[in-house]
């Protein structure tokens, strides 16, 4: 069991940038996948990206690729998303989520554990 809890969410303006952070209790952090994933209103949950266990192998969408970062702090149970560039259709709830396998860490339903989410606005 693991528990997940995000923040640094906020209102930013476009072209602005934020970094949300999860911080991970329970099981330990570094077994896990993690991944990045938000809902927009009226809109299925979508993979914005994934770090592998140790870090070394980081995968994004389309869509954020190049704006936004990942990474991880094993000793500290950290991850975080460094967005840069932030565009309005980034407006959405980010969760973070652990304990998939990395082969299909774009699927939802392969994540285990869910933080609460944290609401990020971007405003045009």
């Known amino acids: 069991q693991v528990q997940l809890v995000e923040s640094g969410g906020g209102l930013v303006q476009a072209g602005g940038s934020l970094r949300v952070s999860c911080v991970a209790s329970?099981?330990?952090?570094?077994?896990?996948?993690m991944g990045w994933f938000r809902q927009a209103p009226g809109k299925e949950r979508e993979f914005v990206g994934a770090i592998t266990r140790t870090g070394d192998t980081t995968d994004y969408a389309d869509s954020v690729k190049g704006r936004f970062t990942i990474s991880r702090d094993n000793a500290k149970n950290i991850l975080y998303l460094q967005m840069n560039s932030l565009e309005p259709e980034d407006t959405a709830v980010y969760y973070c989520?652990?304990?998939?396998?990395?082969?299909?860490?774009?699927?939802?339903?392969?994540?285990?554990?869910w933080g609460q989410g944290t609401q990020v606005t971007v405003s045009s």
């Open positions: 329970g099981r330990s952090f570094n077994n896990y996948v």
């Open positions: 989520a652990a304990d998939s396998v990395w082969a299909v860490r774009e699927i939802v339903s392969h994540y285990s554990y």
